[in-house]
């Protein structure tokens, strides 16, 4: 570790929403990073010109000079230009990404922000600056070892083990001592996990069996990392016996570091910063070996540009290479975290292998269509125009996709299997993917067979609602009921909403059948009261194409109208990446129904936005904090503040706070101890049909009942 990190690192936040400026403030300073905030550009300009930090996170759109601005003007400061920029934006167009880069940024990040990756993230942007600045320094000192060769000489006589050293290899071990030094003292600048291979080195020199040679790492008093490479002989008295070794100790920390640059030239693509096809081989075959270890699955998807080398022959050969950086961006831009796909350097890999040909080496993939989602937005990314050099380009590509063990057991035959599947995909007209194998087929077949079902189940009453009880912490009792949907086809039995839900969100499928569990839950309140079964209020799940519709107010109307009860008696949950989306017709359309009485809770909190000032201009009762954020907080105390936090916050701004996914008595008594309003789960119920959740409600009041009287 140099000197320059041994001080905490400085990172400067620019960003006119004060709660996001909290928000990353508490992400970092726990990881030993101070923060020091700005909230408008000007101001950040002015503070910057007194202090310099290591890093700074800048939003895009403030008021007056936005955050471009802000970039081109440190650029232009002195030290300015290596200084790490990353630009936060709640856009996600191209173009602004686009602006950024131009602007002078470093890295990204689109609102929502991660915030469990956020600290890794600027520490890992710490790090790259410090190996650049490191970098730098190293080349100026490799320069003057032109001039001297930063080596010193040393003489270990034997048997008494006296040691002679020169200043040179003195100044090389970073002591300031002159003259005679013992092996114990330069063992100790030795790193820990290098020592006992150099003591084993010397030890095979005195035994005569070869010549001392050996690179090992020293430490510095600094702090500062050095790679030594010590060589000596045995030097042999008159009668034969050893009675020194004598030899050199040079400083080769530059020459390895250009060693591993070389090694990363050797490695990457030149064009596109993409790993290139040995680093793609050898990442699969490092996939492969791990999934067979853990019996999972591994995926490549083959990409080719379709009809690439017209864009050559006709704009010409930087406008390819234009593009080919366009496409490679869009290919990182278009993955998830969800996908398995992360970025480091053994479970993933997304390479150019050379021309217009690009892979992905998925890991852990679950099921099949796994890698057909992500072949999918792939396509979707690439359907988009790219404007390079004032010309509109406008191109597709055609995707092969392979699976360890399905498609081959080695490298060369996932590989070449995937090559057949492109080719596939071009012959059944381009711009789509092929499985190679035929199982694989299958289920993409089934797919299709459920989206031709899927229109015909709700004319056929296929559909059913069944019912989650949320529970009170304070009474114990059932306070709420959460509606989820149900398929049961005549064919595949019972189908789980994670199949036919994509489903009918793709296909635009999502809006009747919204409409329909609408309709459907309050005609099931109607009938339990008619029957004499109190029932709580029934929250109902909305998607996004149900709020771009324009209906929604309509649609509530009508089947609390149709079923004959008060708008108390509903909840509707949405999610805040919905709310994101088209925010003022929705929240028009939400108040309009909270002002009538029903209630609105946003859906698995804490996974999108966040934020507290953006919460205080909702229409909204109750948060429900989203089963992620839950599930470890009895073993992780990471998680537990973040829930209490969030807790806090709904607190603060008098919302009603709903934990979901709770399954153990510990999460229960934790979350009571924050207090939390209600909980769901399965350590309180599944979701049940009607009769049963009727059943439940039932012997609830009897219940009660039995205890008054």
Request: hydrophobic residues 45%.
């Given at each position: 570790m140099?000197?320059?990190?041994?001080?905490?690192?400085?990172v400067?936040?620019?960003?006119?929403?004060?709660?996001?400026?909290?928000?990353?403030?508490?992400?970092?300073?726990?990881?030993?990073?101070?923060?020091?905030?700005?909230?408008?550009?000007?101001?950040?300009?002015?503070?910057?010109?007194?202090?310099?930090?290591?890093?700074?996170?800048?939003?895009?759109?403030m008021?007056?000079?936005?955050?471009?601005?802000?970039?081109?003007?440190?650029?232009?400061?002195?030290?300015?230009?290596?200084?790490?920029v990353?630009?936060?934006?709640?856009?996600?167009?191209?173009?602004?990404i686009?602006?950024?880069?131009?602007?002078?940024a470093?890295?990204?990040?689109?609102k929502?922000?991660?915030?469990?990756?956020?600290?890794h993230?600027?520490?890992?942007?710490?790090?790259?600056?410090?190996?650049?600045?490191?970098?730098?320094?190293?080349?100026?000192?490799?320069?003057?070892?032109?001039?001297?060769?930063?080596?010193?000489?040393?003489?270990?006589?034997?048997?008494?083990?006296?040691?002679?050293?020169?200043?040179?290899?003195?100044?090389?071990?970073?002591?300031g001592?002159?003259?005679?030094v013992?092996?114990?003292?330069?063992?100790?600048?030795?790193?820990?996990?290098?020592?006992?291979?150099?003591?084993?080195?010397?030890?095979?020199?005195?035994?005569?069996?070869?010549?001392?040679?050996?690179?090992?790492?020293?430490?510095?008093?600094?702090?500062?990392?050095?790679?030594?490479?010590?060589q000596?002989?045995?030097?042999?008295?008159?009668?034969?016996?050893?009675?020194?070794?004598?030899?050199?100790?040079?400083?080769?920390?530059?020459?390895?570091?250009?060693?591993?640059?070389?090694?990363?030239?050797a490695y990457?693509?030149?064009?596109?910063?993409?790993?290139?096809?040995?680093?793609?081989?050898?990442?699969?075959?490092?996939?492969?070996?791990?999934?067979?270890?853990?019996?999972?699955?591994?995926?490549?998807?083959?990409?080719?540009?379709d009809?690439?080398?017209?864009?050559?022959?006709?704009?010409?050969?930087?406008?390819?290479?234009a593009?080919?950086?366009?496409?490679?961006?869009?290919?990182?831009?278009?993955?998830?975290?969800?996908?398995?796909?992360?970025?480091?350097?053994?479970?993933?890999?997304?390479?150019?292998?050379?021309?217009?040909?690009?892979?992905?080496?998925?890991?852990?993939v679950?099921?099949?269509?796994?890698?057909?989602k992500?072949?999918?937005?792939?396509?979707?990314a690439?359907?988009?125009?790219?404007?390079?050099?004032?010309?509109?380009?406008?191109?597709?590509?055609?995707?092969?996709?392979?699976?360890?063990?399905?498609?081959?057991?080695?490298?060369?035959?996932?590989?070449?299997?995937?090559?057949?599947?492109?080719?596939?995909?071009?012959?059944?007209?381009r711009?789509?993917?092929?499985?190679?194998?035929?199982?694989?087929n299958?289920?993409?077949?089934?797919?299709?067979?459920?989206?031709?079902?899927?229109?015909?189940?709700?004319?056929?009453?296929?559909?059913?609602?069944?019912?989650?009880?949320?529970?009170?912490?304070?009474?114990?009792?059932?306070?709420?009921?959460?509606?989820?949907?149900?398929?049961?086809?005549?064919?595949?039995?019972?189908?789980?909403?994670?199949?036919?839900?994509?489903?009918?969100?793709?296909?635009?499928?999502?809006?009747?059948?919204?409409?329909?569990?609408?309709?459907?839950?309050?005609?099931?309140?109607?009938?339990?009261?008619?029957?004499?079964?109190?029932?709580?209020?029934?929250?109902?799940?909305?998607?996004?194409?149900?709020?771009r519709?324009?209906?929604?107010?309509?649609?509530?109307?009508?089947?609390?109208?149709d079923?004959?009860?008060?708008?108390?008696?509903?909840?509707?949950?949405?999610?805040e990446?919905?709310?994101m989306?088209?925010?003022?017709?929705?929240?028009?359309?939400?108040?309009?129904?909270?002002?009538?009485?029903?209630?609105?809770?946003?859906?698995d909190f804490?996974?999108?936005?966040?934020?507290?000032?953006?919460?205080?201009?909702?229409?909204?009762?109750?948060?429900?904090?989203?089963?992620?954020?839950?599930?470890?907080?009895?073993?992780?105390?990471?998680?537990?503040?973040?829930?209490?936090?969030?807790?806090?916050?709904?607190?603060?701004?008098?919302?009603?706070?709903?934990?979901?996914?709770?399954?153990?008595?510990?999460?229960?008594?934790?979350?009571q101890?924050?207090?939390?309003d209600?909980?769901?789960?399965?350590?309180?119920?599944?979701?049940?049909?009607?009769a049963?959740?009727?059943?439940?409600?039932v012997?609830?009041?009897?219940?009660?009942?039995?205890?008054?009287?």
């Open positions: 140099s000197a320059a990190l041994a001080k905490k690192p400085l400067v936040v620019v960003d006119d929403d004060p709660t996001m400026r909290v928000l990353v403030a508490e992400t970092l300073e726990p990881g030993g990073i101070d923060v020091v905030e700005a909230n408008d550009g000007d101001a950040a300009i002015a503070l910057l010109r007194t202090r310099v930090p290591d890093l700074v996170l800048l939003d895009v759109e008021p007056g000079l936005d955050g471009f601005g802000v970039c081109e003007e440190i650029r232009r400061m002195p030290g300015g230009a290596t200084l790490p990353v630009m936060m934006t709640g856009r996600e167009d191209v173009d602004s686009r602006r950024a880069y131009e602007a002078g470093t890295d990204f990040l689109t929502p922000i991660p915030w469990l990756i956020l600290a993230r600027v520490r890992y942007l710490l790090r790259a600056s410090a190996n650049v600045a490191e970098l730098h320094q190293s080349r100026e000192r490799l320069a003057n070892a032109q001039r001297l060769a930063r080596m010193g000489s040393f003489q270990l006589e034997l048997p008494g083990w006296e040691l002679h050293v020169s200043e040179e290899l003195l100044d090389i071990y970073g002591m001592l002159r003259g005679a013992s092996v114990s003292r330069l063992l100790d600048r030795v790193h820990e996990d290098d020592r006992e291979g150099l003591r084993e080195a010397v030890q095979r020199c005195l035994n005569g069996e070869q010549a001392l040679h050996a690179d090992h790492r020293v430490m510095l008093p600094d702090g500062t990392e050095r790679i030594l490479h010590s000596g002989r045995l030097v042999l008295g008159e009668d034969g016996r050893a009675i020194a070794i004598e030899g050199t100790v040079q400083d080769v920390t530059e020459r390895k570091r250009a060693e591993e640059q070389i090694r990363y030239l990457h693509d030149s064009l596109t910063g993409l790993g290139n096809r040995r680093l793609f081989k050898e990442r699969l075959g490092m996939a492969v070996a791990q999934a067979r270890r853990n019996a999972w699955r591994s995926g490549v998807l083959f990409l080719d540009l009809h690439f080398k017209r864009i050559n022959d006709t704009l010409g050969h930087s406008v390819g290479d593009l080919l950086q366009g496409v490679a961006d869009r290919l990182v831009l278009s993955l998830r975290e969800s996908d398995a796909v992360a970025r480091d350097e053994m479970p993933s890999a997304i390479s150019r292998l050379g021309g217009d040909e690009f892979t992905i080496l998925v890991t852990a679950q099921d099949a269509q796994d890698l057909a992500i072949a999918r937005r792939v396509l979707e690439l359907a988009r125009p790219f404007h390079l050099s004032g010309h509109e380009v406008v191109i597709s590509g055609s995707i092969g996709i392979t699976a360890w063990p399905d498609d081959g057991d080695d490298v060369e035959l996932l590989l070449r299997n995937a090559d057949t599947a492109m080719y596939h995909a071009k012959e059944q007209g711009n789509n993917y092929q499985f190679y194998a035929a199982s694989m299958a289920v993409a077949l089934r797919r299709l067979i459920l989206e031709g079902k899927l229109r015909r189940a709700l004319e056929q009453g296929e559909f059913e609602v069944h019912y989650q009880p949320k529970l009170s912490l304070a009474t114990g009792r059932t306070c709420g009921l959460e509606a989820l949907l149900r398929w049961r086809d005549p064919e595949f039995g019972l189908v789980l909403p994670g199949d036919f839900i994509p489903i009918a969100e793709e296909t635009g499928l999502i809006v009747p059948l919204g409409e329909w569990v609408l309709r459907a839950v309050c005609l099931e309140i109607a009938a339990f009261r008619a029957r004499g079964v109190a029932v709580p209020p029934v929250s109902v799940n909305l998607s996004a194409h149900q709020l519709s324009g209906r929604l107010v309509e649609q509530v109307h009508a089947a609390l109208r079923a004959g009860i008060e708008p108390r008696a509903l909840e509707l949950e949405i999610t990446s919905v709310l989306q088209d925010e003022p017709r929705v929240v028009a359309a939400l108040e309009t129904l909270r002002a009538e009485g029903v209630s609105i809770s946003i859906d804490g996974t999108g936005y966040s934020s507290l000032a953006y919460l205080r201009r909702l229409p909204v009762d109750a948060l429900k904090v989203d089963r992620s954020f839950v599930r470890d907080i009895v073993e992780r105390p990471d998680d537990a503040a973040l829930a209490a936090s969030i807790v806090t916050m709904a607190r603060a701004l008098r919302l009603r706070i709903v934990a979901e996914g709770v399954e153990t008595e510990a999460q229960r008594a934790l979350l101890q924050f207090g939390c209600e909980i769901q789960g399965f350590l309180i119920s599944p979701a049940l049909p009607p049963e959740i009727e059943a439940r409600l012997a609830e009041a009897e219940a009660e009942r039995e205890s008054v009287g």
